[in-house]
């Protein structure tokens, strides 16, 4: 049966850039809502207030990150303004209510306030190419059988932001069902930018992916607690996370970048939060590079953290893994291989067998940070190692120079010298 559709066509837009900390002002624009039934019959609601109404001045919540300037990504652009703020400027919000077999379709820019319980009702974006959506969810909760809660067919960017204090849960059971060609395969599922933030609390539970991103994904805020049966956040471009609390348990990867038809984009960038992730499989994969500047990361997987480049500069990392602890493997033909630790607090504890705390199929670069190693083989590289700063302990010992499992166990490894092994291109965000 054909569901009842509920389009919103609104020409509302916020400014590109809201102060990271101060007040915003907005341009006002009207309104047209339209209620279409499941016969096509339509009504018309024009807001004629929104000229005469002065723009409302509020404060806006952001996240402030610290971001490295010279790592192996260029970070320069990753997060605009609007990114980071965690408050939507609600002074001319479209206000819906979810309903039981009914979609709720978003067809212009705009804030979209999303409230109440439904079963199989999908939130559906399909706006311009220039079109930037807001999304609060503000105690929403969707329950669908075999398509995605939310689907963003087109728009330049969307945010889905939890309002503060609030819970949220979307949950889908089933297998999922194929929009015409495009398979959608997540409770989240996004074509376009996808930014998740806010103050509240977002629920995930699926029989398939949680989140899936077509282009770029980002997290600068708000609790996301994801339980699914494949890959809790997954996109072709990047992933990147500025801050938050994400919560992860996944049968396959917790993060995890790549576009099977182009192995020169897909990296995963990390600046700030706290994320923990229990995965059967990687907890963090990469096709291109993962970079970590800081946040506090808990994984618990076969493989924690796997990309063509890994470079760690600052942040907490806490490992355990089955097989890698980290892995630098050629993920993509673009890039050379190497492992870099520059900075950070980092332990690793990995299990019995043929196993490897820091495995580089290429160079190994240690230059700073503090390793805590329980393991029995630590490090494993097939290029240049080198131990140039930096505290690291193996198995309870201080240790300064860097043995290598492909050397038969002998210690082994480079004192001094400068990395090399500089990756073959710069992946960067887009605004």
Do not use: W
Not at 112 to 127: K, M
Not at 214 to 224: C, E, Y
């Amino acid at each position: 049966m054909k569901k009842k559709v509920i389009t919103i066509a609104a020409a509302l837009m916020l400014s590109a850039s809201l102060a990271a900390c101060g007040a915003a002002n907005n341009n006002n624009t009207n309104t047209d809502t339209q209620i279409a039934s499941q016969e096509q019959q339509v009504t018309t609601i024009e807001n004629t207030n929104a000229e005469d109404t002065a723009a409302t001045e509020y404060t806006a919540e952001a996240t402030i990150v610290n971001v490295s300037t010279d790592g192996a990504i260029d970070t320069s652009d990753l997060f605009t303004e609007r990114d980071l703020t965690q408050t939507a400027d609600l002074s001319e919000a479209v206000y819906l209510t979810l309903e039981d077999s009914s979609d709720i379709e978003i067809n212009g820019a705009g804030v979209y306030v999303i409230s109440g319980e439904a079963q199989n009702s999908t939130i559906i974006v399909e706006a311009g190419d220039e079109d930037k959506v807001q999304i609060v969810l503000d105690g929403a909760s969707i329950t669908n059988t075999d398509f995605p809660c939310i689907y963003v067919k087109n728009a330049d960017k969307v945010f889905v932001t939890t309002a503060e204090g609030t819970v949220n849960n979307l949950t889908v059971t089933g297998t999922f069902t194929a929009d015409d060609t495009t398979n959608t395969d997540a409770v989240i599922f996004s074509k376009d930018d996808l930014v998740l933030n806010g103050l509240g609390t977002l629920n995930i539970t699926s029989s398939d992916n949680g989140v899936a991103g077509k282009d770029d994904l980002k997290v600068t805020g708000g609790t996301i607690n994801i339980t699914c049966e494949d890959c809790a956040f997954e996109a072709n471009d990047s992933i990147c996370v500025a801050d938050g609390t994400i919560n992860i348990q996944s049968v396959n990867d917790g993060l995890h970048a790549e576009y099977d038809e182009d192995d020169s984009v897909g990296f995963i960038y990390i600046c700030g939060g706290t994320i923990n992730i229990n995965s059967d499989d990687d907890g963090i994969h990469a096709t291109t590079i993962c970079q970590i500047d800081g946040g506090t990361i808990v994984i618990d997987a076969a493989e924690a953290i796997e990309a063509t480049q890994v470079q760690i500069n600052d942040g907490t990392v806490d490992i355990k893994a089955t097989d890698d602890g980290i892995n630098g493997s050629q993920k993509s033909s673009a890039y050379t291989i190497f492992v870099e630790i520059n900075g950070g607090d980092i332990s690793i504890d990995m299990g019995q067998g043929d196993t490897d705390a820091i495995d580089s199929n290429g160079d190994l670069y240690i230059n700073g940070g503090t390793l805590n190693i329980t393991a029995q083989s630590a490090f494993d590289y097939d290029g240049t190692g080198q131990y140039n700063g930096g505290t690291i302990y193996v198995n309870g010992t201080q240790v300064n120079t860097l043995s290598n499992q492909m050397m038969g166990g002998m210690p082994g490894g480079d004192m001094g010298g400068q990395p090399g092994g500089q990756p073959g291109g710069v992946p960067g965000g887009r605004p």
